[in-house]
């Protein structure tokens, strides 16, 4: 049965093209990830690949050379994320996406598409050409426990990726969390923390929008935020609106919040003259 994956973000869209990929110094094949393969077996893998967020950590050809494009470069590595009809792909100059569509130990990549931001790091351009090239077809997928677990794909053409998994907020949590957009104020301010001495907190509000996009009258009111947005680095100066996932936390420890702010983009960003 085939089930459809869902792209995660929307993006602007183009098609993306190039020509044959580059391989790297030849080393031995991976032969834990040829294994992964051969022993995969027809299972519904959907849950487990929406549960994940996948990190790059090996790459080589059919020929058994290390992918050097695919894994080279500082930052972090290269993530594919899966939802109910496809995935996107992060950590490369642009965000990426395709519609997927999975049966059994098979995953159909169709046409990748891509928002067209121009990119001045070498490596993060390679990156991106590179894993364009390899993503559209029909390729095997095997999925093994642990900690963390593994996702192995077999290209059509024979190249072997391997993934780690890191729990996505929505697993980490238990639970979907709620969308809320949030205007942070490009200074902190003075707060009462029980275990932190002279804490100085987000001054946060939240703002509304309409289903054209355009913001709504009657913000809150601002109020400190005593904790951090994970994925959010504040700078001072600058004063941001940013869109959340919030969830609930189950049985937080004492003087710990019982909610969390995850980053899912930010929706504004500007410089304010002090």
Same mark, same amino acid.
């Not at 183009?14 to 294994?35: H, I, K, M, V």
């Not at 077999?154 to 072997?160: A, R, Y």
């Not at 104020?185 to 309409?210: G, N, W």
């Not at 913000?219 to 504040?234: K, N």
């Given at each position: 049965?085939?089930?459809?994956?869902?792209?995660?973000?929307?993006?602007?869209?183009?098609?993306?093209?190039?020509?044959? #990929?580059?391989?790297?110094?030849?080393?031995? #094949?991976?032969?834990?990830?040829?294994?992964?393969?051969?022993?995969?077996?027809?299972?519904?893998?959907?849950?487990?690949?929406?549960?994940?967020?996948?990190?790059?950590?090996?790459?080589?050809?059919?020929?058994?050379?290390?992918?050097?494009?695919?894994?080279?470069?500082?930052?972090?590595?290269?993530?594919?994320?899966?939802? /109910? +009809?496809?995935?996107?792909?992060?950590?490369?100059?642009?965000?990426?996406?395709?519609?997927?569509? &999975? /049966?059994? /130990?098979?995953?159909?990549? /169709?046409?990748?598409?891509?928002?067209?931001?121009?990119?001045?790091?070498?490596?993060?351009?390679?990156?991106?050409?590179?894993?364009?090239?390899?993503?559209?077809?029909?390729?095997?997928?095997? &999925?093994?426990?642990?900690?963390?677990?593994?996702?192995?794909?077999?290209?059509?053409?024979?190249?072997? &990726? $391997?993934?780690?998994?890191?729990?996505?907020?929505?697993?980490?949590?238990?639970?979907?969390?709620?969308?809320?957009?949030?205007?942070?104020?490009?200074?902190? $301010?003075?707060? +009462?923390? #029980?275990?932190?001495?002279?804490?100085?907190?987000?001054?946060?509000?939240?703002?509304?929008?309409?289903?054209?996009?355009?913001?709504?009258?009657?913000?809150?009111?601002?109020?400190?935020?005593?904790?951090?947005?994970?994925?959010?680095?504040?700078?001072?100066?600058?004063?941001?609106? $940013?869109?959340?996932?919030?969830?609930?936390?189950?049985?937080?420890?004492?003087?710990?919040?019982?909610?969390?702010?995850?980053?899912?983009?930010?929706?504004?960003?500007?410089?304010?003259?002090?």
């Amino acid at each position: 049965m085939r089930r459809p994956l869902m792209l995660l973000l929307p993006l602007a869209l183009a098609a993306c093209g190039g020509s044959t #990929p580059p391989e790297g110094t030849a080393t031995a #094949p991976t032969q834990a990830a040829a294994d992964a393969i051969a022993d995969a077996a027809p299972a519904d893998h959907a849950k487990t690949l929406e549960a994940y967020h996948w990190r790059l950590v090996d790459a080589t050809s059919s020929g058994g050379a290390r992918i050097d494009a695919l894994l080279d470069g500082d930052g972090e590595a290269l993530q594919l994320d899966f939802a /109910d +009809s496809g995935l996107s792909v992060s950590n490369a100059c642009n965000r990426m996406g395709a519609n997927v569509a &999975l /049966d059994d /130990d098979r995953l159909t990549v /169709d046409q990748v598409i891509s928002t067209m931001m121009a990119c001045a790091d070498a490596h993060l351009t390679a990156r991106e050409r590179e894993i364009g090239l390899r993503l559209p077809g029909t390729h095997r997928i095997a &999925l093994t426990g642990g900690e963390p677990p593994r996702l192995t794909l077999q290209l059509e053409n024979g190249d072997v &990726l $391997v993934f780690e998994g890191v729990p996505t907020p929505a697993t980490r949590y238990g639970g979907e969390g709620e969308t809320v957009f949030l205007e942070i104020a490009p200074e902190r $301010v003075a707060c +009462s923390h #029980p275990l932190i001495s002279e804490q100085r907190c987000l001054q946060t509000r939240e703002v509304q929008y309409d289903d054209e996009g355009v913001r709504s009258p009657g913000d809150a009111e601002w109020a400190p935020l005593y904790q951090d947005i994970e994925g959010f680095t504040f700078e001072d100066g600058v004063r941001n609106v $940013v869109r959340v996932q919030r969830f609930d936390v189950a049985d937080p420890p004492a003087d710990a919040p019982s909610q969390a702010y995850v980053l899912d983009m930010v929706v504004e960003s500007e410089s304010v003259g002090r």
